[in-house]
């Protein structure tokens, strides 16, 4: 428990809405163990992007324990929170979320520079390379096709080393062939670099690359993925 990834306890979501309260998320336990492939599907509306927001601390916790990589969210102001996720969490969306007036290696060194690193640029053009994107470095986003953004968004996300890779329907506005491309490419990178990987997904056959499927149902975990091999392997670890 003290070694997980991540730690869910009791995570509650509520936010205001015109006709009151909606209780998005209604009391999430989850374990998820470092270097742990986990997909999650549900309905539409079931949660599955809340509970990926509150992982990735851009959504605080109405009620419940968040503890990412060992670092317990609650109480953390916003500045250390952001700082977190930048050196420790990957997140790659449906949408793919580039900034649009930032050339493709500008995308994915600009965070890096954040971060304090003086190869910044090196580094950025290195994983634009290892997506197949070297030749694209200095085109904007409008000028990539989907799949091309999506990789440079992996490259992204992959570009600080995260220990902790969140994928909200990342195939979603992909065609067939390019959704398999990048899937291909994520599993490498992850597999690559030992990284914990959520993924979100509507597609079974996707979810069933994961190691374990987690699935909610109203904002709530209705199977936790842990039948057979994986409950047992979770019963023995420390
Ligand atoms: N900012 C918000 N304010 C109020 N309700 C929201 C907000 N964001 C999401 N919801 C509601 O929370 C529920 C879960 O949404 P979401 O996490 O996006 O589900 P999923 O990703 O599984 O489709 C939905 O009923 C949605 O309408
Ligand atoms: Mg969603």
């Known amino acids: ?45 079931s949660g599955k992007s809340s509970m990926m927001m509150v992982i990735a601390g851009l ?34 969306f449906q949408d793919f979320h580039l900034v649009p007036t930032m050339t493709a290696l500008e995308n994915v060194a600009i965070p890096l520079e954040f971060a304090g690193r003086d ?3 090196e ?25 091309e953004q999506q990789r440079t968004a992996l490259a992204r996300a992959f570009a600080a080393g995260p220990d902790l890779l969140l994928a909200d329907e990342p195939t979603g506005n992909l065609d067939g062939e390019t959704g398999h491309q990048i899937i291909d490419l994520l599993f490498g ?8 990987l ?8 996707l979810a069933a690359r994961c190691a374990r499927t987690v699935k909610l149902l ?9 039948s057979g091999n994986g409950a047992a392997a979770q019963a023995a670890a420390p």
């Open 189 to 196: 990178l992850q597999a690559e670099h030992g990284t914990t």
């Open 1 to 45: 428990m003290g070694d997980a990834m991540i730690a869910l306890d009791g995570v509650e979501l509520t936010l205001p809405s015109s006709a009151g309260p909606v209780h998005i998320l209604r009391g999430l336990d989850l374990v998820v163990g470092r270097g742990e492939t986990v997909s999650v599907v549900g309905p539409s509306g």
């Open 119 to 121: 190869d910044a640029f």
């Open 123 to 147: 580094r950025a053009a290195a994983c634009l390379e290892s997506v197949g994107l070297g030749h694209r470095l200095t085109h904007y986003p409008g000028q990539l096709s989907g799949g």
């Open 198 to 205: 959520v993924l979100i997904t509507h597609d079974p056959e």
């Open 218 to 226: 109203d904002g709530l975990i209705i199977d936790h993925g842990l």
């Open 59 to 92: 959504e605080r916790a109405t009620e419940g324990a968040v503890t990412v990589g060992g670092t317990r969210f609650n109480g953390l102001d916003e500045d250390s929170l952001a700082r977190f996720r930048r050196d420790s969490v990957g997140i790659v």
